[in-house]
């Protein structure tokens, strides 16, 4: 076909479900892959919890006014923090990001304005809590695991009850 013209932007996005498993939040693929999770190491005297990925453990520290913000670290090297003030995700080491979040019924997370990661929680009668993400195919599925954690769990624990 002669008028048929080659799109310029086509953004992929990948899709994923994520839901609570026993005390663990499970991250899955399209096709029902786990990717990773966010395990609850909790106990009576502390919250506690790290992301398994990729057969490593990296460990979430809750830090800053309020232990608010977290950091993500491998071996005691942080890899992601947060900064709650400013609605941002940063990225450390020599490739540093900035990405940008609103947390309001859908989480979204943004680099210089472009739409990286979606999540909108679904209540399913008799069934549990299903998180629906799209994030775009640039994002590495280490930010879309710490991005569930901190719009989800930590988020909410801000402006709650005060447990």
Do not use: W
């Amino acid at each position: 076909m002669k008028d048929s013209k080659p799109i310029k932007h086509i953004h992929l996005f990948k899709n994923y479900t994520a839901q609570y498993y026993k005390n663990d939040f499970v991250l899955f693929s399209e096709t029902r892959q786990e990717i990773g999770k966010v395990v609850d190491e909790s106990n009576f005297f502390r919250i506690q919890h790290c992301i398994e990925y990729q057969s490593r453990t990296y460990d979430i520290k809750n830090i800053g006014f309020l232990k608010n913000d977290i950091e993500l670290s491998l071996s005691k090297r942080v890899i992601y923090f947060t900064d709650l003030a400013k609605n941002r995700i940063i990225k450390s080491g020599e490739d540093v990001r900035i990405y940008y979040f609103t947390l309001t019924k859908t989480n979204q997370l943004f680099e210089k304005g472009k739409l990286l990661i979606e999540i909108q929680e679904v209540k399913h009668k008799s069934k549990e809590t299903v998180f629906y993400i799209e994030a775009d195919e640039s994002v590495e599925d280490l930010l879309i695991l710490l991005f569930l954690h901190y719009s989800t769990k930590e988020f909410n624990s801000i402006g709650g009850d005060g447990d």
